[in-house]
């Protein structure tokens, strides 16, 4: 591949498996807990089966993640969790409404969060496989672009489908989308030969090679940094994403809906501005993106500690939508950078574990702090005091970025038209 631009055609191709699997989690967290709802009627029951995909994250993502490094077939080194993973999780999804009590209701749902985690690690890690390093933050915003979409896709066929025909149409049409998702990976997506090539080396050349990828003291207290300027951001993120509806309930006078599409305005701005983050972070630098995103989020989270205005919400998340854009996809580019050409996924599966691990304590910390204190406003500055020590956490890092860049404005219309 050319080293001087992206290839738009190849990464929107690649894009296809983070497409499949936000189509799949998208209809998994809307409606499995309305199937559980009619075994469990516990809220705590539900909400502790729905923790099991962020479980199953920390734990099997960076172990997959780590095993498709090492993995080397004539399919490629990630091809084969894919390959595996897919037509399981696509089976599993179509039986899942299909079964006729918890037990087998909980068999299937295990079985398709533990596959799901042990293909999500490489087919993201495809993505700085076939792109050229200084690309890679565009290319990780192409590649969202196409998860949000497939997302909009879940919810919005979904729900059409949902009252046509119940819980089994939308697990169908997201199983169907999953398989056609494989088959243009199989058809048009071939991992480059260098990140696969088992020829054999000589053991001196080996040794050099991994004392070569080994990181330096200095890039490890980056790696260290990152990672939990990673988990405080999504701590904050998550609280907001979690628990917005019921503060928009409970302190801003929204019914459900209401609250649900003002949430969905932040969804839909992030959207917008996947891909001119991803560019405007590999022109002025991924950390500098970053800082820009995190101070941009906490002065806008700042006014509604202390305001009950909807309107002043709406906009607020509006404006909020492109400054996550700026971090998150940002972000992932920084880790990969550290990782060596040989271990994006097990860099990948470290970056899943600290965003998932996140996700798990974060609502039961946050639920915590809401029932001591008794008031939905403290969401805010719980948010904002998670991005403050993910800033703090950032100003240790100094290391994740390209060499300085040398692409001009024709050279990324050039890769534009090809």
């Known amino acids: 591949m050319p080293e001087n631009k992206l290839d738009i055609k190849k990464t929107l191709l690649l894009s296809f498996g983070f497409f499949a699997s936000s189509i799949a989690w998208s ?3 809307s409606f499995v807990p309305q199937i559980l709802e009619g075994y469990i009627a516990s809220t705590a029951g539900i909400g502790l089966i729905m923790t099991i995909d962020n479980i199953f994250g920390v734990i099997f993502q960076p172990v997959f993640g780590g095993l498709s490094d090492k993995t080397r077939t004539r399919f490629g080194r990630r091809m084969p969790y894919i ?4 037509p399981i999780c696509a089976a599993a999804f179509a039986l899942l409404p299909q079964m006729n009590s918890l037990w087998s209701l909980m068999a299937v749902l295990i079985i398709f969060t533990f596959v799901m985690s042990a293909w999500r690690s490489p087919v993201v890690a495809l993505m700085p496989d076939i792109t050229p390093g200084k690309f890679r933050s565009q290319a990780n915003g192409i590649v969202n672009l196409m998860g949000g979409v497939g997302s909009l896709l879940a919810f919005a066929g979904g729900g059409v489908l949902f009252k046509i025909g119940g819980f089994p149409l939308p697990f169908l049409m997201s199983a169907v989308m999953m398989l056609i998702a494989l088959a243009v990976l199989a058809l048009f997506v071939r991992e480059p030969k260098q990140s696969y090539d088992t020829q054999e080396t000589d053991v001196n050349e080996k040794q050099a090679d991994n004392a070569k990828e080994k990181l330096t003291k200095g890039e490890t207290k980056s790696l260290v940094f990152i990672l939990f300027a990673i988990f405080f951001w999504f701590t904050g993120y998550n609280a907001v994403e979690t628990f917005f509806t019921l503060y928009a309930t ?11 599409m003002t949430l969905s305005i932040f969804s839909l701005t992030f959207l917008i501005f996947a891909v001119p983050s991803g560019f405007i972070g590999a ?6 993106i970053i800082l820009i995103g995190l101070v941009g989020l906490t002065a806008l989270f700042v006014p509604l500690i202390f305001m009950s205005n909807a309107w002043i919400a709406r906009v607020c998340l509006f404006l909020g939508g492109f400054f996550w854009a700026c971090v998150n996809i940002n972000s992932l580019p920084m880790v990969v950078r550290l990782s060596g050409e040989n271990k994006f996924g097990t860099f990948i599966g470290y970056y899943y574990f600290f965003s998932f691990s996140s996700q798990i ?8 702090i809401r029932d001591v204190v008794g008031d939905y406003k403290v969401l805010f500055l719980y948010s904002c005091i998670a991005f403050a020590l993910a800033m703090i956490c950032l100003f240790f890092v100094k290391h994740g970025e390209e060499e300085p860049q040398t692409t ?5 219309l050039g890769s534009l038209e090809d």
Not at 83 to 86: E, K, S, T
Not at 250 to 260: E, R, T
Not at 362 to 367: A, E, Q, R, T, W
């Open 27 to 29: 209809i998994y967290n």
């Open 408 to 412: 001009n404005a024709s050279e990324i």
């Open 83 to 86: 390959f595996i993973g897919i």
């Open 283 to 288: 022109k002025i630098g991924r950390k500098k």
């Open 361 to 368: 304590v974060s609502p039961i910390l946050f639920g915590f």
């Open 250 to 260: 409970n302190s801003l006078g929204m019914d459900g809906g209401s609250a649900s």
